[in-house]
């Protein structure tokens, strides 16, 4: 069986491939009573609903991002990486906690770029722990010493979602023609528009239960490839 967290990494970057893939423009917020309906139907497994949260939200990374520099990073690079800041907010929001979603989530997509900083000062193996890095979003200058406070297991996760991410990019070609289309449509992977399942199973003119059944086939698919497998 595909272990929970591995099966949501590898989800988590099949969206982020579909806006890399040439998404040109983004959807406008949701109102506040669409959002709490759509976060009342993701807390019930809708996973549609989850995806509508995350596209919705996906200006907020825009906004945020033109107010860092990140050495050899571009502004493309950016919205990448926070993307991923944003995928992982809405997957661990709570609602009962009292802050607002798009708060929480910029603070996760401006960690996500703090993160890369602090991997592009290493990368350039300069020990100058108060030279800037960059700045944050009130325009301050940002020193490694600001950053070394990451708890490490953030690190880890973040790297391996980043080489997770490169492995589920070259396993996508070698699937069966059904379960690539299926994840094409999916996480926007063709075209840079996602597509809920109920679409998809008109489009292929089978049932929406099926399209979930291929949907999850396919992830297996390309674990087992991570894994090592044929």
């Not at 069986?1 to 893939?21: A, E, P, Q, R």
């Not at 603070?107 to 993160?115: F, G, K, S, T, Y």
């Not at 193996?125 to 325009?139: A, K, M």
């Not at 023609?177 to 489009?203: C, F, K, W």
Request: hydrophobic share 40%.
């Amino acid at each position: 069986m595909i272990t929970s967290f591995l099966f949501w990494i590898i989800k988590d970057c099949l969206f982020l491939l579909g806006y890399i893939s040439g998404r040109q423009s983004f959807q406008k917020p949701l109102s506040a009573l669409e959002e709490r309906e759509a976060l009342a139907r993701m807390k019930e497994g809708d996973e549609d609903a989850r995806q509508m949260l995350i596209e919705h939200n996906m200006r907020l990374i825009v906004h945020i991002a033109r107010k860092y520099k990140v050495p050899g990073c571009t502004f493309d690079d950016l919205i990448s990486i926070g993307a991923i800041g944003l995928i992982k907010a809405v997957r661990s929001y709570d609602p009962d906690a009292g802050t607002s979603l798009s708060t929480y989530a910029a603070r996760c997509i401006e960690n996500e770029i703090l993160m890369s900083l602090r991997q592009s000062r290493k990368q350039q193996c300069d020990v100058s722990l108060d030279e800037p890095l960059g700045t944050d979003s009130d325009g301050n200058a940002v020193t490694f010493s600001d950053l070394l406070g990451t708890p490490p297991d953030l690190v880890e996760e973040e790297v391996r979602r980043r080489v997770t991410l490169d492995m589920v990019q070259k396993a996508l070609p070698q699937l069966p023609d059904r379960e690539r289309m299926v994840l094409e449509m999916r996480y926007g992977l063709r075209d840079g528009v996602v597509h809920p399942q109920h679409e998809i199973a008109q489009q292929l003119n089978i049932s929406r239960s099926y399209v979930s059944r291929v949907e999850k086939h396919a992830i297996e698919l390309i674990r087992d490839k991570l894994n090592g497998g044929g």
